[in-house]
C-alpha cells in the first residue's frame, strides 16, 4: 500500500496530474491513510466488545455494546495518533483529491473524538449507579486471553456484585426521575455489561469443570437482575426539560440551538438553524405558488386541498400497487436517457429488486423507501380499513410519481451501486446531505425540466417538496425547544395534507427512528446544494449533465462543499473549515 501511495505522488509530480487521470477515481494520496484508520478502528471496536457466539459457523461476530472505559481510553488513543500523523503529512504536494481526503479524515477524528467525551461524560455522570461495573469488565478481560479461572472465586465474585447491584438500584430508583439521554446511557451500560458477562460465561461454562459446578445459579441470578435493572434505568428516566408536554405520545430529545449549530458545521453546513427555517419558508412560499396555479388548471380555483383530495383518491386498485411502481420507474428512466442526463450502467437497471413492507414498519415509514430494492408500503391484511384507505390514499399515482426515481435510479439504487465501485474508502464520511441530497436534487431537477405533464403530477411532486420544506421547518422547531410533536403533526396535517396517520408516522421517525438530528433537514438542503453547483458547473457552460452528474456520483457521499471542490480544484488548506454559502436568499 504504502509503495502504490509513492507511486501516485510520483506520478503526480511527474506528470502534473489532471482530473482525466483515471487513477483518482478510485484513490488519492491518503486513501491508504483514510483505509488504515478505518480497520485500526474496527480493530479495536471488536477486540473490546463481546463476542456474540453462533455455535453452529465457524467465523464469529461481535456485539456493538457501549464502550467499556478501556475501550474509550484506546479509541481516544489510536484518534489522537492519527491526528498526530496527518500533521507530519505534506498536505501542500498534494492534488486536490488528495487535500479533500485529508480534510475528510480529519474532521472524521475530530468527530469522533467529540463523540467519545461526550460519551466519557454521560457515562461518569451515571457511573455512581454502577458501581460495580469494573468488576464485570474485569471478569471480561480475563475471558479474552483465556485466563484460567477458579470456579469458586468467580462464584462469589458474582454474588457480591449482585448484591452491590442491589444497593445501586436501590438508590437509583428513589430519584425523582433523571433527564432521558442519561437514563438511555444507564441503559445502554447495563446492556453491555450483561453482553460482556454472558460472553465470559459462555467461555468457560461447559468447558471448565469446576466453572461448571459454581457459577451457573449465582450467573443466572445475577443476568436476571441486570435486565430488570437495564429496565428500570431507563423507565425512570425523564423527557428533557426542553420537550414540551404532549397528547401525541411522541418522546424524543430536543437537543437545542447550540447542539444543532455544532452539527451543522460538522455537516458543512454553513448557516444557523434560524436561516435554515427561514431558508424552508421562502422555498414554501415557491411551492404554494406553484400549487395555486395547478389547483387553478384544474378548477378548483384557489382552494388547493380540494385539490390534494382527487389527487389522493387516484390510488390504484387493491394488489396492483407494484405494477404501478415499475411504470412509473420506466417513465422515469426514459425521461432521463432521452435527455442523456447521466450514464446508467445496465446491471444497475437489472439488479434493482423489489419488496413489500410490513405493517410495522409503516408505522414509523408510511411511505416506501429504496436502495438495494425498493420497499413498498401499501395496505396489509392485518390493518384497520381505515389505516388501509390513508396507505392507499397517501401512496397514489401522482404523489408516487415524484419519489421512484428517488428510491432506485437514479437515486438510492444507483447510489449503492456507484458508491460501491468508485472510492468505496469514503464509505466513513457519509453524509445524509450527500445520502438524500442526491435523489430529492433529481426531483428538483425533473420537476424543473417537465416531467410533470399535468398539473395533477405537478401537485404530486409539489407534494413532496412541500413536505420537505416541512421536515426543515418541524424539526429545527422542536430541536429548538419551540414546537411539541403534536405541533409538527398538525403542521403536516394542514400545511403540507398529509393524512393523521402518515403525519404521525413522519413525526414519530423523525424522533423516535433511530435518525440524527439533521437527517430529515439533510433532504432539501443537500438538493439545494446540488442545484446550486449544477448552476456552477453546467449551467455556466463547464461541463455537461452527464459529465456533472457521472463526476458527483464518482467522488461518493461526501459533504457536497467537498464535491465542490473537487469539480472546481479549489485551493484548500489544511485546517479548511466550511463556508460555501450556496443559498440566495435575495433571490
Known sequence: MIAFMVMIAFMAKAQNVSSSNPLFEQTSEVAGKIIQYGQDISAIDDFYAPYNVNEHAEYQYKLHVLNSPEQRKRLLEINGDYLHQLGEMDFASMSIYGKVDYILLKKRIH?????????????????????FSDRIYALEKKRRRGDFVEGEKVAGELVSILQQLKKDSVVYSRLPGIDLPLAKKMQEALLGLRARLKDFYGFYYAYDPSFTWWVPQPYQKLDNALKKYSDLAVDKGKLSTTQKADSSGIKGVPIGKEELTRQLQSEMIPYTPEELIKLANKEFAWCDKEMLKASQEMGFGNDWKKVMEKVKNSYVPVGHQPELIVKLYNDAISFIKARDLITIPPLAEETWGMVMMSPERQLVNPFFTGGKEISISYPT??????????????????????????????????????????????????????????????????????????????????????HRCARIIFSLNYHLGNWTPQQCIDFLVDRVGHEKANAEGEVRRSFEGGYSPLYQVAYLLGGLQLMELKKEMVDSGKMTYKQFHDAVMKENLIPIEMVRATLTNQPLTRDFTTGWKFYDFNK
Open 381 to 466: 391484511n392485518t390493518m384497520g380499513a381505515q389505516d388501509k384507505l390513508m396507505s392507499m390514499r397517501g401512496n397514489n399515482p401522482y404523489f408516487s410519481r415524484g419519489t421512484v426515481q428517488h428510491e432506485l435510479i437514479p437515486g438510492h439504487n444507483l447510489q449503492y451501486f456507484m458508491n460501491s465501485r468508485y472510492k468505496a474508502y469514503r464509505q466513513n464520511f457519509t453524509t445524509p446531505f450527500a445520502v438524500e441530497g442526491w435523489p430529492l436534487y433529481w426531483e428538483l431537477l425533473l420537476y424543473d425540466k417537465g416531467f410533470a405533464k399535468t398539473p395533477e403530477e405537478r401537485v404530486g411532486m409539489l407534494f413532496w417538496r412541500m
Open 111 to 131: 468527530y469522533e473524538i467529540g463523540l467519545l467525551k461526550k460519551e466519557d461524560e454521560q457515562y461518569n455522570q451515571v457511573a455512581k449507579f454502577i458501581s
